[in-house]
T-cell receptor
Framework: AQKVTQAQTEISVVEKEDVTLDCVYETRDTTYYLFWYKQPPSGELVFLIRRNSFDEQNEISGRYSWNFQKSTSSFNFTITASQVVDSAVYFCALRSGGYQKVTFGTGTKLQVIP | DVKVTQSSRYLVKRTGEKVFLECVQDMDHENMFWYRQDPGLGLRLIYFSYDVKMKEKGDIPEGYSVSREKKERFSLILESASTNQTSMYLC????????????FGQGTRLTVV
């Protein structure tokens, strides 16, 4: 069985603040993939990043960075200097082993206040 | 760019009606998925398909069926719509094993009255 927990239901920050979205996962497989998606108010989920279980390197893309720690089964997402356009629901997801099925967390709604 | 297109953005149907939700992708992806999204529950997988005419049940298949007669098209069928099927329905597709991220359509907000 696989599970993804996003304990933060809603977060509000003031523009230009940094914010970290938490993601904790559970799986018994040694090979797995983790994802982050963004769902803006328009509704379409947008793929942000994929990380496989063999690659614990952190990743930075502009104002976005991801911290993958197998020791704590976490894959956290940080937005630096947040902007109003970052307001969205963010989902963390997990795919284990040979399965095509992806398990999503319940999402974190981020509101960036101008 | 990958394009996943769902036939309707908003749909209102009556209880007991048979409802078809259509999804088309243009990138020759093997895998296609149907999810429903409800507040506080995130995305839950209804069905997925890894090839033409192949399908697998997801976490919540009850009350739904699917059809995949062509690689690019994946249909979700509500045999007899009920009010508890009022939800946002999201279709997604992904390439095979190596490229595992899914690309989503814009969603269909279905209301059953």
């Amino acid at each position: 069985a696989q599970k993804v927990t996003q304990a933060q239901t809603e977060i509000s920050v003031v523009e230009k603040e940094d914010v970290t979205l938490d993601c904790v996962y559970e799986t018994r497989d040694t090979t797995y993939y983790l994802f982050w998606y963004k769902q803006p108010p328009s509704g379409e989920l947008v793929f942000l990043i994929r990380r496989n279980s063999f690659d614990e390197q952190n990743e930075i893309s502009g104002r976005y960075s991801w911290n993958f720690q197998k020791s704590t089964s976490s894959f956290n997402f940080t937005i630096t200097a947040s902007q109003v356009v970052d307001s969205a629901v963010y989902f963390c997801a997990l795919r284990s082993g040979g399965y095509q099925k992806v398990t999503f967390g319940t999402g974190t709604k981020l509101q960036v206040i101008p | 760019d990958v394009k996943v297109t769902q036939s309707s953005r908003y749909l209102v149907k009556r209880t007991g009606e048979k409802v078809f939700l259509e999804c088309v992708q243009d990138m020759d992806h093997e895998n296609m998925f149907w999810y429903r999204q409800d507040p506080g529950l995130g995305l839950r997988l209804i069905y997925f398909s890894y090839d033409v005419k192949m399908k697998e049940k997801g976490d919540i298949p009850e009350g739904y069926s699917v059809s995949r007669e062509k690689k690019e098209r994946f249909s979700l069928i509500l045999e007899s719509a009920s009010t508890n099927q009022t939800s946002m329905y999201l279709c997604a597709s992904s390439l095979g094993i190596r490229r595992t991220e899914a690309f989503f359509g814009q969603g269909t907000r279905l209301t059953v009255v």
